[in-house]
């Protein structure tokens, strides 16, 4: 299958969580997010998950002239109509890949509203390796991942990612319901698991960024 070279990237605390149990997700530093703009205008496509929308309600703005396409992936159309990503898409487009179980009057209320909706399989999750093929389809050669840990799962499961980024924040926050970097089910073996070289590492503000790529 053709397919983007998808990088995911993530700012995580030592204990390698990107949200605390309140749903706090600052762990970057300014200087940090000047490498994360940086790396925004260098791809062709922005994606996060439903639930990034829902608890952080994200505008994703893209400091370039680049017309960048922004992606959420929300299996049941649950993002609102009033999403800052749609309503500050500004020039860019917005993306809603969708299940074949997502309700219609949902699809067709964010069609409204201004964002394109793919109906990406006919399950009830977003088929990921779908959507890969129709963002190649439309012209999309890199795809930028920020999140959160349950998509980051999905495509560490269909073995999709190609490179990690992580900016690491001298912290630890603990907690069993706080966000890791990865949720969903996870490998049952160390073996299953993808494996990654590390290329680079980086002092970047008060992070250390880590950049893998995929072995």
């Not at 495509?155 to 706080?178: F, M, R, S, T």
């Amino acid at each position: 299958m053709r397919r983007p070279h998808v990088i995911l990237n993530a700012a995580m605390s030592l204990d390698g969580k990107i949200a605390t149990r309140l749903g706090d997700s600052e762990f970057s530093s300014p200087e940090d997010w000047e490498r994360v703009h940086r790396l925004r205008c260098e791809v062709d496509a922005i994606m996060v998950g439903v639930n990034t929308i829902l608890i952080d309600d994200p505008k994703i703005t893209v400091k370039c002239d680049k017309k960048i396409l922004k992606v959420v992936v929300d299996s049941l159309a649950r993002t609102p109509p009033t999403a800052r990503i749609i309503t500050h898409r500004g020039d860019c487009a917005v993306l809603i890949a969708v299940g074949g179980k997502a309700p219609e009057y949902r699809v067709e209320a964010l069609r409204k509203a201004g964002a394109e909706v793919f109906r990406a399989g006919s399950g009830r999750r977003v088929d990921l390796r779908r959507l890969m093929a129709e963002l190649w389809r439309r012209g999309i050669r890199r795809v930028l991942v920020e999140g959160g840990g349950n998509l980051n799962w999905g495509l560490l499961e269909e073995n999709l990612v190609d490179e990690v980024q992580v900016a690491i924040a001298p912290v630890i926050v603990g907690g069993k319901d706080a966000v890791t970097l990865v949720e969903g089910l996870g490998f049952g073996k160390i073996s299953e698991a993808p494996k990654f070289k590390l290329l680079k590492v980086e002092n970047v503000g008060f992070n250390v960024v880590l950049k893998f790529k995929r072995v």
